[in-house]
């Protein structure tokens, strides 16, 4: 399996009040095509930063970021973000938010109404499409986020915390729905999560980052299924990794 991102000695400084602060750290990193990566660390510790980085939306001081074959110097096509906060246009109405980057590509009205079915259908908002965000749950919004990143068919999903703002149901359904996308799609994913639990049950590899200067301290492998149900959150597999990964966020 090619990699589809390489972080190589990735730096990231900046000027505060305080003077010179390092957020990032010769941070080395490898996703490969099509692979789920969770990304876990204690707030401060720079992983917004290193998301934002790979989207192209803030510049870095050291190394460098390649994404298929090429070096990342902005946003991209190639890459789809989605952040916590709900960015959903609001004067646009759900099926118009999902079209949105396709129309920016060109594509033709009957092909855009195709395609914005299909994922209204998928994220079960079909009698939602007329609607407004002002007019959906945090949930519902959410979804509708995921979907208009994912019409575009980005070959990298990054996902800043996406479900940190919702209540204890709605985020394992999100899981749950981001999941079975997964399974079927297959983009490449990065995810940044302070959730433990959410961190094992998505990914394939959980990344580790310590505290400022934000650098990558462990990466473990998930050995569950690709395909996931509750019930891996019982596995001792999963039990035992959660363990490992609370005592590496404590220390």
Request: aromatic letters at 8%.
């Amino acid at each position: 399996m090619s990699a589809a991102i390489e972080l190589q000695k990735l730096g990231k400084t900046f000027e505060s009040n305080q003077g010179i602060v390092h957020a990032l750290e010769e941070i080395e990193l490898s996703v490969q095509a099509g692979e789920f990566v969770s990304v876990l660390g204690p707030s401060g510790c720079g992983k917004s930063t290193m998301l934002r980085i790979l989207a192209g939306l803030e510049p870095y001081t050291s190394g460098q970021i390649i994404c298929d074959d090429r070096v990342i110097t902005g946003p991209g096509a190639d890459r789809g973000m989605v952040f916590q906060a709900y960015t959903l246009f609001p004067w646009l109405t759900v099926r118009e938010n999902i079209e949105y980057g396709l129309k920016l590509a060109g594509k033709h009205i009957f092909e855009r109404r195709r395609i914005s079915g299909a994922w209204l259908d998928r994220i079960g908002l079909s009698s939602f499409a007329k609607h407004y965000p002002n007019q959906l749950s945090g949930g519902m919004k959410q979804r509708v986020a995921i979907a208009r990143a994912l019409a575009n068919k980005p070959k990298v999903l990054l996902m800043d915390e996406p479900f940190g703002a919702l209540d204890a149901h709605t985020k394992l359904m999100m899981q749950r729905l981001l999941q079975a996308l997964w399974v079927d799609e297959r983009p490449t994913v990065v995810f940044i999560t302070h959730d433990v639990d959410e961190a094992i049950y998505l990914g394939q590899r959980v990344v580790v980052m310590g505290a400022r200067p934000g650098r990558i301290v462990k990466e473990y492998q998930v050995h569950l299924p690709e395909k996931r149900t509750e019930e891996v959150r019982g596995n001792a597999h999963f039990i035992e990794l959660r363990k490992m990964l609370l005592q590496d966020l404590e220390h």
